[in-house]
């Protein structure tokens, strides 16, 4: 089947614009979440939805950013207002829910990511 | 093409055991070699990284060193905890920037 998709691939865009990043996960996956890579450095989180809501948006980098997911499947990633420091490869993955194992052992199932789509603030 | 390959889990440890994941991998030019992990619940971050031949990344207790000879990054620990139950992923940054990630393999550390 599909997988997780992500558009658009390259966005180029001038400092102060707004730029909105969307994410289409694999049909059925209710977790999905955005990560950014800056040049040379690892992944670091953005933000993390179950089902509609994000339990957990510690690691939105300012409050220019903005995520929202509708019908929980796509979701957009809103940067305003951008600045060149916001240059980055953006990953969206996503994944089927948590679950509780029967010996009271959780476990997360296996991330799929999308290609990236790669953001230059000029 | 580029390409990770990293031990198969679920891998399962009674506390206080040692843990190896191993991890080989195939990438053109130099890559930067990376372990994310991802606990229940939440997203990835990274544990650790290792940029050039030979060097040691190391984070909570765990090392991994690169292995340039034998393309391999292998992830160690000597004593687990039950916090340390997650889903470890090794993943090499190519010369491009591009990350390659591994299947994962998911850890469960018994009491």
């Known amino acids: 089947g599909a997988g997780v998709s992500q558009s658009p691939s390259n966005k180029v865009t001038e400092k102060g614009k707004d730029v909105e990043l969307r994410c289409d996960p694999i049909s059925g996956h209710t977790a999905l979440y955005w990560y950014r890579q800056s040049l040379g450095q690892g992944l670091e989180f953005l933000i993390y939805f179950q089902g509609n809501s994000a339990p957990d948006k510690s690691g939105l980098p300012s409050d220019r950013f903005s995520a929202e997911r509708t019908g929980g499947s796509v979701s957009t990633l809103t940067i305003q207002r951008t600045q060149q420091e916001d240059s980055a490869v953006y990953l969206c993955a996503s994944s089927s829910n948590p679950t509780i194992g029967g010996a009271g052992l959780t476990s997360t199932d296996t991330q799929y990511f999308g290609p990236g789509t790669r953001l230059t603030v000029l | 093409g580029d390409s990770v390959t990293q031990m198969e889990g679920p891998v399962t440890l009674s506390e206080e055991a040692f843990l190896t994941i191993n991890c080989t991998y195939t990438a053109t030019g130099y890559p930067s070699l990376f372990w994310y992990v991802q606990y229940p619940g939440e997203g990835l971050q990274l544990l650790l990284k290792a940029t050039k031949a030979d060097d040691k990344g190391s984070n909570k207790g765990f090392e991994a060193t690169y292995r340039k000879e034998t393309t391999s990054f292998h992830l160690e620990k000597g004593s687990v905890q039950v916090s340390d139950s997650a889903v470890y992923f090794c993943?090499?940054?190519?010369?491009?920037?591009?990350?390659?990630f591994g299947k994962g393999t998911r850890l469960h550390i018994l009491p």
């Open positions: 993943a090499p940054h190519s010369s491009d920037d591009k990350i390659i």
